[in-house]
């Protein structure tokens, strides 16, 4: 796109996977372009692929043979007949020189120009051009002496708190914050680790730390004729592992009159460097003084995943923008009539557990709710891999206010089904109900200061396990195969991470009598009240009324070796659970026992450092090893004192949930 001779756009390949590349082919259907899929061997059965005219495989399942294989893309374009290539968010979208290998090609790339990305894709070299243009920025380091010595003159010149960040890419990757020099050497070396693994690409900068900023974006779309206006910002303050979950547009710190210094300034460095397309200009907010300061962090060169909130907010299809944009059309709107209308909020929704941890598995049961725009890429049977980022889908809730907003999310939130995998979604509906995310005061730590009351705010408490107990009895039991037994037998469960002991006595009819401590609930499994327990079923409903109150079960059976379930409760508490069959099992003290005698690796991913060696001692705490899985890397550290017994993997082994990997003793 470095001509504003009309470029062709009738074919279009999208070199991405899931979510990016449905949104991208509904678009491009509705203008009447004809759509090109590409995948992975592990994605063969995907949305996308059957949605799109066309797909082309590009065989392996890693991204490194897949996604990011320029030559297999380009092969795939030329094969299906396509004439222009959007790259969606990810993968390549921020590669100069996949860019260029696409336009020389004689294809039309759906982005900004190589030389843009290259001047603005470097966080480096994007400060370097802000500071030439009056952009302001934080002090630090962006020169090209990557050695740890001069990293190390360069903080103490600059003084603590620091922010060590990879150049390339985004996405929270190689980001480490350092309040002690101690800290440093670690955090380069493993920022540096992520970072290469991640972008290919492994240099660094250094900059002083915010602590508590706000993340405040704008959007930004410039076409070929010198034209460039933003469409408000969106605040994605509310984090982890420097990954956004919730954004929001307003943001509630913004006023219009630092609306329009936002803006300004992200058109100022889109424009120094000749952008066109779509682009997002990042800035830290800071708060903590009156005129509220703003500093650069980056310019991301493409769309962003959230950019659902401004196309809500606005009435937009920023897809459609770019279209064409890149066929050589001017922008559609001009900075004055551009209307920012109510309040939009999105909230990612992803594979993981409670602890942030991705987790892997297959989509067993799934239901989209109603009235909310979920962009996402699930299906029955649909298998998550480590392969790729943990995201699953994008709820996005739009209302003339902020709270209206986010009641309709939380409404949403509650609806949505999906059943096999561990998921954030109860963990996202706390966060939105939180008080001080209602009152629009949610900054960058939040979740590190409010995660540990969250999660405990989703333990099961009250009658829910016992709920959850008889759910989970009634879909493995079928009445009419109950057997009468006249004498009780012991059921021991796994509750997430501990143990509910219980006492079943099958009576025979549908009747059950079930004992958890000090509770005796009999249930009729039928339509009739027995005692304080009933149990109806409606579709892959349970409706169980317990002590007076009624709760909604969803309960799915999950495959392997050991009998375990899913159990979705909506009642006086809105909670997820897993159980599993333990009556066999020899009693012990739970998790923690396990945890004293071994290290397993709780996910699928690739064992890439191996800090401990046999009859080593470590302390509590210690880094042991690192695995990386779903583009990050996580530090499993020692859970007590001990020595080091046996190691059972190596260094480049692939790892799944559960794998012995480290076996201690007791420390002499």
């Known amino acids: 796109m470095t001509s504003t001779l009309p470029n062709t756009v009738t074919r279009l390949l999208i070199a991405n996977r899931g979510e990016i590349a449905r949104r991208v082919i509904r678009t491009a259907r509705h203008m009447g372009i004809q759509t090109v899929a590409v995948y992975s061997d592990a994605d063969r059965d995907a949305l996308h692929v059957h949605e799109a005219d066309t797909a082309v495989g590009l065989g392996g399942s890693l991204s490194a043979d897949s996604?990011?294989?320029?030559?297999?893309?380009?092969?795939?374009?030329?094969?299906?007949?396509?004439?222009?290539v959007h790259p969606g968010y990810g993968f390549l979208s921020e590669n100069a020189e996949f860019a260029q290998a696409v336009i020389g090609a004689g294809l039309t790339w759906v982005g900004p120009p190589p030389a843009a990305i290259h001047a603005l894709g470097s966080k480096s070299a994007a400060k370097a051009l802000a500071m030439a243009h009056g952009v302001p920025c934080l002090p630090g380091y962006f020169g090209t002496d990557q050695s740890d010595a001069t990293f190390t003159a360069q903080a103490e010149q600059l003084g603590l708190p620091l922010m060590v960040k990879a150049v390339a890419g985004g996405g929270g990757r190689g980001m480490r914050l350092v309040t002690d020099m101690a800290q440093l050497l670690p955090a380069l070396h493993s920022a540096r680790s992520e970072a290469l693994a991640g972008f290919g690409n492994g240099d660094l900068l250094m900059e002083r730390a915010l602590l508590r900023p706000r993340h405040i974006e704008v959007q930004i779309m410039a076409d070929a004729h010198g034209h460039c206006i933003h469409l408000g910002e969106r605040d994605c303050s509310v984090q982890r592992r420097h990954q956004k979950i919730i954004?929001?547009?307003?943001?509630?710190?913004?006023?219009?009159?630092?609306?329009?210094?936002?803006?300004?300034?992200?058109?100022?460095?889109?424009?120094?460097?000749?952008?066109?397309?779509?682009?997002?200009?990042?800035?830290?907010?800071?708060?903590?003084?009156?005129?509220?300061?703003?500093?650069?962090?980056?310019?991301?060169?493409?769309?962003?995943?959230?950019?659902?909130?401004?196309?809500?907010?606005?009435?937009?299809?920023?897809?459609?923008?770019q279209l064409r944009i890149a066929r050589g059309e001017a922008l559609p709107l001009a900075q004055a009539d551009v209307r920012l209308q109510g309040h939009a909020i999105e909230v990612r929704l992803c594979a993981e557990d409670a602890h942030f941890t991705p987790q892997t598995g297959t989509v067993q049961a799934f239901a989209a709710p109603a009235g909310l725009r979920f962009d996402h890429a699930l299906h029955l049977g649909a298998v998550v891999t480590p392969h790729y980022d943990a995201m699953l889908g994008k709820l996005i809730a739009h209302a003339p206010t902020r709270q209206e907003a986010i009641a309709r999310l939380s409404a949403g939130l509650n609806q949505t089904t999906v059943l096999g995998l561990?998921?954030?979604?109860?963990?996202?509906?706390?966060?939105?109900?939180?008080?001080?995310?209602?009152?629009?005061?949610?900054?960058?730590?939040?979740?590190?200061?409010?995660?540990?009351?969250?999660?405990?705010?989703?333990?099961?408490?009250?009658?829910?396990?016992?709920?959850?107990?008889?759910?989970?009895?009634?879909?493995?039991?079928?009445?009419?195969?109950?057997?009468?037994?006249?004498?009780?037998?012991?059921?021991r469960m796994g509750l997430d991470d501990g143990v509910l002991s219980l006492r079943l006595q099958e009576m025979g009819q549908g009747k059950v009598r079930l004992e958890t401590g000090d509770a005796i609930h009999e249930a009729q499994i039928h339509e009739a009240h027995i005692h304080e327990a009933h149990i109806q079923r409606s579709g892959d409903l349970q409706h169980i009324t317990l002590n007076g109150c009624l709760w909604q079960a969803r309960v799915l059976a999950c495959p392997g070796a050991v009998k375990r379930w899913h159990v979705q409760l909506q009642g006086p508490q809105c909670v997820e659970l897993w159980l599993s069959d333990q009556s066999h099992s020899a009693p012990s003290t739970g998790a923690s026992a396990q945890a004293a005698q071994a290290l397993r690796a709780p996910f699928n991913g690739k064992l890439i450092a191996l800090h401990v060696q046999e009859g080593q001692q470590v302390q509590q705490g210690d880094a042991v090893l690192v695995i990386e899985s779903m583009k990050l890397e996580h530090i499993l550290c020692a859970p007590r004192d001990a020595l080091v017994h046996s190691i059972s993997a190596s260094v480049g082994q692939q790892v799944s949930p559960g794998q012995l990997l480290v076996q201690w003793k007791d420390a002499a």
């Open 247 to 321: 954004e929001e547009s307003p943001s509630p710190a913004v006023n219009p009159a630092l609306r329009e210094q936002l803006g300004q300034a992200a058109i100022a460095l889109a424009q120094s460097a000749g952008y066109v397309g779509a682009g997002t200009v990042e800035f830290l907010l800071d708060e903590t003084q009156a005129n509220k300061p703003f500093y650069l962090m980056e310019m991301n060169t493409r769309l962003q995943v959230e950019h659902p909130v401004t196309e809500m907010l606005t009435g937009l299809d920023l897809v459609e923008w």
């Open 422 to 491: 561990p998921t954030n979604r109860a963990f996202l509906a706390a966060c939105l109900a939180h008080p001080v995310f209602r009152a629009g005061e949610a900054l960058i730590p939040f979740l590190a200061e409010q995660a540990d009351a969250l999660r405990q705010s989703l333990q099961a408490t009250g009658d829910a396990p016992s709920v959850a107990a008889l759910a989970v009895l009634y879909a493995s039991h079928a009445p009419a195969a109950a057997l009468p037994c006249p004498f009780q037998r012991p059921v």
């Open 67 to 84: 996604y990011l294989r320029i030559d297999k893309l380009l092969a795939a374009a030329q094969a299906s007949g396509a004439d222009a």
